[in-house]
């Protein structure tokens, strides 16, 4: 490394942060040099650069993503982008939910491929120490399910932690789960909103694939805009959501208090009630009476419960 010059003045960085990112010759060969610190041991990775034409859209890209960064179209486009930057067979937005377990819910995929959209997985298939791992590091890819292994060689290798690190083997579980879905390569990028994991890219290809750094930092800075569009979208839809069932709220306790007879007051704003708690069906048993709204069980029934 003394022959490439790197001028760097490690007392700026801290432990775990990305030092440099720079692109190096070596013997004629375009090289990306990523170097990065942790546990205090420096950790410097090399690989070759694999020209793309298309990562020079990337404001393009943002732009087009903020445009419609909406609940409903965020993730169509940014599964469209993504996919005109690596050309994956197959690319997914995959949501984790409350449970732990997940959900296709975008996809793109080539022909005469079997489509996984709205598959649900169980929590097993992406356990919690692997989730958390997403969370440190967000970009992953195994380029050849089936390409060689190399060791570790040097004196200290039982301290190594390859969090952080890209070029390291992936578990033989996960490897032989893609040859068991019959890919070779893979590539996700985490989803985080508002600081939890909320879903990935996950993509796949039936040949092996590599993408290099470039390539994958512009996925990565795509998906991280529409994580943060998405997050701001719903927060204003949050809010906006809160101001309405307040008014809502304080329109209802005038109508409740309006009358004199409460079970008379509860029948006529039964409409209101059940719309304040965003519900599908309401049941108010009050002296003996039965008043419903919405989609309810019959009267039968209603006493049985």
Known sequence: FNDLNLDINWNNYSDNQELAIQ?????GQEYTLSIHTHN???????EKVIPNHKINKEYAAIQHILRNSDDENIWK??????QEIIDYDRTMIYQFLYDGSGEVIEELVKPNLESYMHLHYPESDIPAQARALYLKNTVRIISNASGRTYPILGEQKERLDLTYCTTRAMSPMHVQYLKNSGVESSFSTSIIVNGQLWGMVACQNIEPKHL????RLLVETLTR????????????ETLE?????????????????????????LETNIQDIMGSCNADGMIIKINN????????PSHSDIEKL
């Open 23 to 27: 692109h190096v010759g070596i013997e």
């Open 40 to 46: 205090d041991i420096t950790f410097f990775e090399l």
């Open 77 to 82: 486009v940014l599964l469209k982008e993504v």
């Open 212 to 215: 290099d750094l470039q390539s």
């Open 225 to 236: 805009t529409s994580a943060n569009a998405y997050g701001s979208y719903k927060a204003l």
């Open 241 to 265: 959501e809160y101001q309405r069932s307040n008014l809502s709220n304080i329109s209802l306790r005038q109508n409740l208090l309006g009358e004199e007879d409460f079970g008379k007051s």
């Open 289 to 296: 009476e039965i008043l419903t709204a919405g989609n309810v």
